[in-house]
């Protein structure tokens, strides 16, 4: 702000005051992720099947990512890694918490601060409805970790019938049950247990985003939102007026799946409306995308991508994206150069002009990508975009760098594809190119070494299996042919 001048003083006496100068106003910013979403399950990405207006119209007047990577395919390690910028790996959470993680009581480490965080302290309303599954005890929830206002449950999903799950864990309760499944358990607003959650799960969701976005544009402070959906995890249960919608599909899983998308698309579209009715549409920030891959045995279709949820394949961890913000990110652009979800953390602080409050040890994987982006041109970064998970002795990798992918499947030999040209990973090309292939191994290799012992293990077995074969085997996993 500039120095009051003796003019100045002078001129507001006679009542002719200088117009101030408004610095920019900062946008808002909602990222709406939903769990489990096939890369081919919205109408913007190919669906036929699948209806999602209120999305396509927002990807159609943003620009649309074809080529988001998410860190991890499945979800614990994918959200820690959105929310710290970090890989799971190097901060021990490569495992799902177990259910009802409060009984060990880990969660996300608290030296890490979360993009949510950041945000709060720079002047944001900040704001998360839905899924957590980053630490159920207070030191680990939302709240304390830089969300003003907390709307869901804690747990890594839900059932979506409140008759359903209200009706369980009443009976759960009156047998005396200990522990009651997290997929049971009331929601809750703020710490506080709910009653009032009548609808599908989807929908009170989505109204509670619309209840937040009505709530906090009245104050002048921008507003950052994570409306983090279930849908559509399992368990396969959605609205039967929606499943009629989708009669025409035949395979009852796809059918209820697709039923449980559109509920999703139904709230976006609520909010989409809300944001215009408060006149703030036109400052908002939306990105939205998945956590990780569609399950192919639960109704989901990532096609082209080869696989899903849980592989390293890129039906594992590519998935549906766009940006959205009227006026200033492209409208109709299509983005085709890859992006990680890790580069969120950097990308969405620098917007919300928040990085003096990132502290200055915080080590982030990701770039702010922007400038690139905004000129449709390919990020430069010296990084690969990895993935990894463990399992049953073995650490399945992918690595990607420009066109090439390289891919340690589960006990499988390392493969090389040019993913470009092959998005479906069916022509292993390793043999042409020896030096390509062991470049991206030894990039991998070197990005295994930021990696610690997992803190917690999503069951008691598995656990016990890390430790008793000698897991992560970084040997064996780096060591072509
Ligand atoms: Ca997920």
Not at 10 to 29: C, D, E, F, G, Y
Not at 273 to 295: P, Q
Request: hydrophobic share 35%.
């Amino acid at each position: 702000m500039n120095k009051k001048s003796s003019n100045d003083t002078l001129s507001s006496t006679n009542q002719t005051v200088a117009k101030k100068v408004k610095t920019p106003k900062r946008p808002n910013i909602i990222m709406i992720l939903c769990d489990d979403l096939g890369y081919a399950d919205v109408g913007f990405n190919g669906s036929e099947d699948i209806k999602t207006p209120a999305l396509d119209a927002l990807a159609m007047t943003g620009t649309k990512l074809t080529s988001a990577y998410v860190p991890h395919p499945f979800c614990g390690p994918s959200r820690a890694g959105i929310m710290t910028g970090r890989y799971a790996h190097t901060i021990g959470a490569q495992f799902n918490l177990p259910p009802n993680s409060e009984t060990i009581g880990e969660g996300i480490d608290k030296n890490e601060t979360f993009m949510s965080k950041v945000l709060q302290e720079s002047g944001y309303q900040t704001g998360m409805v839905g899924k957590w599954h980053l630490g159920a005890i207070n030191k680990y929830h939302p709240n304390s970790r830089g969300f003003d206002d907390f709307y869901g449950f804690l747990g890594g999903g839900h059932n979506y019938h409140p008759e359903d799950y209200k009706t369980k864990y009443a009976a759960a309760k009156a047998k005396g049950t200990q522990t009651i499944w997290d997929y049971l358990t009331p929601l809750e607003y703020n710490g506080k247990e709910v009653v009032d959650d009548n609808q599908y799960l989807t929908d009170v969701l989505s109204n509670q985003g619309v209840r937040f976005i009505k709530e906090y544009s009245k104050n002048d402070d921008p507003f950052f939102l994570f409306m983090s959906y279930n849908a559509p995890h399992t368990p396969l249960e959605a609205k039967k007026e929606d499943i009629e919608v989708f009669s025409s599909i035949k395979d009852k899983n796809r059918r209820t799946y697709a039923a449980m998308v559109y509920a999703v698309d139904r709230g976006v579209g609520k909010m989409i409306e809300e944001l215009k009715a408060t006149g703030e549409y036109e400052n908002t920030l939306i990105v939205f995308f998945s956590d990780n891959g569609g399950r192919l045995d639960k109704g989901a279709n990532n096609f082209p991508l080869k696989e899903g949820k849980g592989s390293v394949y890129e039906g594992g961890y590519r998935v549906p994206m766009f940006f959205h913000w009227a006026g200033k990110v492209p409208s109709g652009m299509i983005y085709n150069h890859p992006v990680s979800a890790l580069d969120l953390y950097p990308t969405l602080t620098t917007l919300a002009n928040a990085n003096s409050k990132i502290p200055s040890d915080k080590i982030l994987a990701g770039k702010n990508i922007w400038d690139d982006f905004l000129l449709n041109k390919e990020v430069k970064r010296e990084d690969y975009i990895f993935t990894m998970r463990h399992r049953n002795g073995f650490s399945d990798v992918g690595v990607r760098k420009g066109k090439w992918k390289a891919v340690k499947a589960f006990k499988q030999n390392w493969k090389l594809f040019n993913i470009e040209q092959d998005i479906g990973e069916s022509k292993d090309v390793s043999g042409s190119y020896p030096k390509i292939i062991k470049e991206l191994v030894s990039e991998a290799e070197n990005w295994s070494r930021t990696h610690i012992q997992p803190k917690w293990w999503h069951n008691k077995e598995t656990g016990e299996e890390w430790k008793s074969l000698k897991m992560p085997h970084f040997e064996k996993t780096f060591s072509i042919d």
